[in-house]
């Protein structure tokens, strides 16, 4: 079911009105289109995607294309760097500047969601649901830190594999309007 609630807040300066849509899971779903959805999912079963995500997983820092084209195994840069372009235009990464900077659900530049692997090591996630999706990725528990986008509160909690830990009991992700059709989903937890 959609509702359009408008919020009425005095907590932040003063009152302030907003609207804002409220969707369950599967009118989400429906706002990106099913074939786009899979056609991302095949994306990320490529060898070279899993390659770029494994090494912001070890690394969590951008990929130069260079290095990374120079070290693929079929040798023929052209291929790798249009594959590499193929999948920027899908929005499966993203690349600037000569590196890959992004590669959903891992950032190579800060965001507002910190993920701590187990061993300490922490990355950026695209967005909280990036952030909540990297532990079942892994298949390891992790602690995201964010903020309250409401109010800016600190937020700290676990993901395991199975889903988040009980101190997400009541939390709720926000999701901000695309302004942009690349650009990160979700604003805060």
């Given amino acids: 079911m959609t509702t359009d609630c408008t919020l009425l807040s005095g907590e932040k300066g003063g009152p302030s ?5 409220i969707l369950n899971a599967d009118e989400l779903k429906a706002r990106d289109s099913w074939e786009r959805q899979a056609a991302r999912r095949a994306a990320r079963q490529q ?10 997983l070890e690394h969590g820092e951008p990929i130069d294309v260079e290095k990374l084209v120079a070290a ?3 040798g023929q840069p052209g291929a790798g760097r249009q594959s590499l372009m193929a999948l920027d235009e899908e929005d499966v990464i993203r690349v600037r500047a000569g590196q890959i900077d ?3 659900p891992f950032s190579a530049v800060p965001t507002p969601f910190r993920v701590r692997l187990p061993d300490g090591r922490e990355r950026y996630a695209c967005c909280a649901v990036d952030a909540l999706g990297m532990a079942p990725m892994i298949g390891e528990s992790i602690e995201i830190g964010s903020h309250c986008h409401h109010c800016g509160a600190a937020l700290v909690l676990t ?12 939390l709720m ?3 901000g309007s ?3 059709a690349r650009c990160k989903v979700a604003d805060s937890l």
């Fill in 102 to 104: 992004l590669a959903y």
């Fill in 47 to 56: 060898l070279l995607v899993r390659r770029i995500l494994r090494m912001f």
């Fill in 72 to 74: 693929l195994p079929d």
């Fill in 178 to 180: 695309r302004g942009d």
């Fill in 17 to 21: 009105v907003g609207t804002f849509l």
């Fill in 173 to 175: 992700v926000w999701f």
């Fill in 159 to 170: 993901a395991t594999p199975d889903g988040p830990g009980p101190e997400a009991d009541g």
